[in-house]
């Protein structure tokens, strides 16, 4: 339970200790030209919602774009054309999926066809009825608060399929299908796409003297050091076990050797702190580096090129830098 509790909070919606979603007021914008309409709406539903009025359409079309989960819109208005504001919110898209609950007058059946063929929720029929109106905009809310957290949860989803879950990092999926995409598009002429695989030295023996969860934060400070000395355009990603890559666009040979220099002095220049801080670890890493030559050199021959400059570097005695 605690375990769901915490993930609806990473998910930054309200659950109860059960992980259930918990029922929330609702913002809800009621757009009407008739004060008094307007404000008989406003008080039946301020109990349970936090609603406010808006008689300029242009203006709710602007907050409907916005974090409102409700939007009553009175179609019979005389000052202004609802069916029109009703249009623009669905062919907006930050205000595509805002529900949207239209007050109609009965008699005026070809509004209240167009209204339902734009697409709004619901209708209310006027003389709107108060027990009616609580109904219809408790049931909008709670659906709207609903979609918001699958979409959230579908958004949390999609990052956690492409992140690695120990560093953070990029995963081996998001790298293949980067890499993928950036070597079919690499030029003739241009500085290529690089690739650095790194693979920390010895880590079998940190692991084997400090133990499996030492071992994982130095992996975790060992993708913190990587990370923050790359570019903002690099991909720096974790493939597994303590097998990095990062992925450089339109990156010469050049630049891609000084980069992973830079990495290897930072690792290696500071010790590692691990277990709460009593234990300092020197790290030092191997670095293969490769650049995209030939067209249609595939993404896995450029990595195993880079993974060749690591097997020589650990061949040369580690700690260094190899292309
Ligand atoms: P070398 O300098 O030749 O690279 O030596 P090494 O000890 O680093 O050699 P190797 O690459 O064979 O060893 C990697 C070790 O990493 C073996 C494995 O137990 C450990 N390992 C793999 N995945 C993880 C992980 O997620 N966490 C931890 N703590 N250890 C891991
Ligand atoms: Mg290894
Ligand atoms: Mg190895
Ligand atoms: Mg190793």
Known sequence: LREREESGRRLGVDTDSAGRLRAAGGRVLIVDDNPRQGEKVLARLSDEHRPAIETDPAVALIAAR?????????????????????????????????????????????????????????????????????????????????????????????????????????????????????????????????????????????????GHDAGDEVLREFAVRVATNVRAIDLPCRLGGEEFVVVMPDTSMESALMIAERIRRDVGGAPFRVMDGREELTVTISIGVATSQAVGETPEALLKRADEGVYEAKARGRNQVIA
């Open 66 to 210: 916005g974090p409102i989960d409700l939007m009553i819109v009175n179609v019979a208005a005389a000052e202004f054309d609802g069916l029109r504001l009703i249009a623009q919110t669905r062919s907006t898209e930050a205000s595509r999926r805002t529900p949207i609950l239209a007050i109609v007058d009965p008699a005026d059946r070809p509004r209240l066809i167009k209204a339902l063929e734009l697409g709004v929720n619901d209708i209310l029929t006027k003389p709107v009825d108060p027990e009616e109106l609580a109904a219809r905009a408790r049931t909008q809310v709670r659906r709207k608060r609903y979609a918001d957290f699958l979409r959230q949860k579908l958004d949390y989803s999609l990052e956690m399929a492409v992140t690695d879950a120990l560093t953070g990092l990029h995963n081996r999926r998001y790298m293949a299908g980067q890499l993928q995409a950036l070597v079919g598009r690499a030029n003739h002429g241009g500085p290529g796409v690089s690739v650095l695989v790194l693979d920390i030295d010895h880590f079998k023996a940190i692991n084997d003297g400090f």
